[in-house]
C-alpha cells in the first residue's frame, strides 16, 4: 500500500520561500504521474502543479506559474514543490498526490493515493 507524507510546510512572509517534499513508502512511484492541490480555509481542493513520470512534462495553475515548480528524484520516490514569491493568497493545506497514469493532469478524480497535507501560511 502506498503512502504520501507531505513536509516543509510552516509560516512565511508574502516574498519569501517554501519548498514542501512529498515521501513515499511501499510501493515505488517512480512509473506514475504526481501532483501538488491545495484547500484554503472555507474553499475547495485546487489543482497546482503536476508532473509526468519522467519529469519531462510539468503543469501549473495559472497564477502559480514562474513562481511555483515541481520536481522529483525518482531514486529516492520523493516529489517537491519549490514555492517562491508566495503571496497571502497562497495560504492553504498543500496535498501531495499519486496519479494513476504516467502524465501530469490537473483532475484530482485522476489521482488516486493522497497525503495528509501540510499547512502553508503566508502572512502579509
Known amino acids: 500500500q502506498v503512502q504520501l507524507v507531505e513536509s516543509g510546510g510552516g509560516l512565511v512572509q508574502a516574498g519569501g520561500s517554501l519548498r514542501l517534499s512529498c515521501s513515499t513508502s511501499?510501493?515505488?512511484?517512480?512509473?506514475?504521474?504526481m501532483g501538488w492541490f491545495r484547500q484554503a480555509s472555507g474553499q475547495e481542493r485546487e489543482f497546482v502543479a503536476a508532473?509526468?513520470?519522467?519529469?519531462?512534462?510539468?503543469y501549473y495553475k495559472a497564477s502559480v506559474k514562474g513562481r511555483f515548480t515541481i520536481s522529483r528524484d525518482r531514486a529516492k520516490n520523493m516529489v517537491y514543490l519549490q514555492m517562491n514569491s508566495l503571496k497571502p493568497e497562497d495560504t492553504a493545506v498543500y496535498y501531495c498526490?499519486?496519479?494513476?497514469?504516467?502524465?501530469?493532469?490537473?483532475?484530482?478524480?485522476?489521482?488516486?493515493?493522497w497525503g495528509q497535507g501540510t499547512q502553508v501560511t503566508v502572512s502579509s
Open positions: 508532473i509526468s513520470w519522467n519529469a519531462f512534462s510539468t
Open positions: 498526490a499519486k496519479a494513476q497514469g504516467t502524465g501530469p493532469t490537473t483532475a484530482d478524480r485522476d489521482y488516486d493515493v
Open positions: 511501499g510501493r515505488a512511484l517512480s512509473a506514475y504521474g
